[in-house]
């Protein structure tokens, strides 16, 4: 059964809006999937007409009304925004709205009505403005779900990459690294690549030093302190991860299909090859929610300068489909 996708609109000022609409007169998308926008039906109506689409929009109160057929994008519409909001401009409006998208498709992915959340992107200023303070979707996703142990994924059509760590200092990144985190985003990527239907998932992680330390020659020993216990457990519990290993040739590794996932230590070590092998086709994923939700996002911002004029293009969202697609839960 192909998986209902359930994609909201994000801040409905910005091309959200617009690269949906776009992303779903694409025919592969519904050959593969069932898509359903959880958003504000009046503003996709608007855009219409700017993107030149002639889909009709199906106002919709529960997946079970949808049609899911080319040339008809259902809506579950909330109708929480005014008509005449202007593109391109900080809205506290938009801003409360992208939230109450995000909290239905939760509310719909916890009653199992959807399977997987694709995310257009909201503007943090604007959620900040109408009352959500959070640094943005992720932390949102968490706390709507309980979920204390989650992480980052990236992935191009050739390469995956789970984080230890992200948005931290380098120094500050490393220091943060122990068994149990190594531990937990092994585990997490061995769960999201099982439930997506992968056979006995081949997971590496790259070493923290040059050549993975090399045998204690380079740095004091973070590989052994840090990594090693935490793979050594994952391994006894039969999961098939493989490391520390040189991060300089284990990407080119993956690239060829050596393996299915990689666990980069820190930001740049995973962020600067996926932008390398696919920075137009790269997809920002939150895995280890509670209840095995996933969600993937675009790989960009809401582009307030351009939305409105027909210029956003889709190909990020498609991607971000693509991928809420090949994750979701097999049912």
């Given at each position: 059964m192909k998986p209902v996708i359930g994609i909201t609109m994000g801040d409905a000022a910005g091309i959200g809006p617009?690269?949906?609409?776009?992303?779903?007169t694409h025919e592969e998308i519904y050959q593969n999937c069932r898509p359903?926008?959880?958003?504000?039906?009046k503003i996709l109506e608007r855009v219409q007409p700017i993107v030149h689409s002639n889909a009709k929009i199906n106002l919709i109160n529960d997946p079970e009304e949808a049609k899911f057929e080319l040339g008809t994008i259902d809506v579950i519409d909330l109708n929480i925004i005014p008509e005449d909001l202007p593109f391109g401009q900080v809205s506290p409006v938009a801003g409360d709205a992208a939230f109450q998208f995000i909290a239905k498709a939760v509310e719909l992915a916890k009653?199992?009505?959807i399977d997987s959340i694709c995310t257009a992107p909201l503007n943090k200023e604007a959620l900040h403005k109408g009352g959500h303070m959070y640094p943005g979707h992720t932390e949102i996703l968490a706390d709507l779900t309980g979920t204390e142990d989650f992480?980052?994924?990236?992935?191009t059509p050739n390469l995956k990459v789970i984080h230890l760590t992200t948005h931290i200092g380098l120094i500050d990144a490393i220091n943060s690294i122990n068994p149990e985190r190594t531990y937990k985003v092994v585990k997490l990527a061995h769960e999201t690549l099982s439930r997506a239907g992968f056979d006995d998932p081949k997971i590496a992680v790259c070493g923290i030093n040059p050549h993975a330390g090399e045998?204690?020659?380079f740095g004091y020993g973070e590989e052994e302190e840090k990594l090693q216990p935490g793979i050594e457990r994952a391994q006894a519990e039969?999961?098939?991860v493989t490391g520390p290993l040189p991060a300089d040739t284990l990407f080119f590794r993956a690239g060829r299909g050596d393996f299915d996932i990689v666990v980069a230590c820190y930001h740049d070590q995973g962020h600067a090859p996926i932008k390398v092998m696919g920075i137009e086709s790269g997809v920002n994923i939150t895995v280890g929610l509670k209840g095995g939700i996933i969600r993937t996002s675009v790989d960009h911002g809401t582009a307030f300068d351009i939305a409105g004029k027909n210029i956003a293009d889709e190909q990020s969202m498609i991607a971000a489909i693509n991928s809420a697609i090949e994750l979701a839960p097999k049912r």
């Open positions: 617009e690269i949906i609409v776009k992303a779903l359903l926008v959880i958003g504000d039906a009653d199992k009505k992480s980052m994924m990236l992935t045998n204690g020659l039969g999961i098939n």
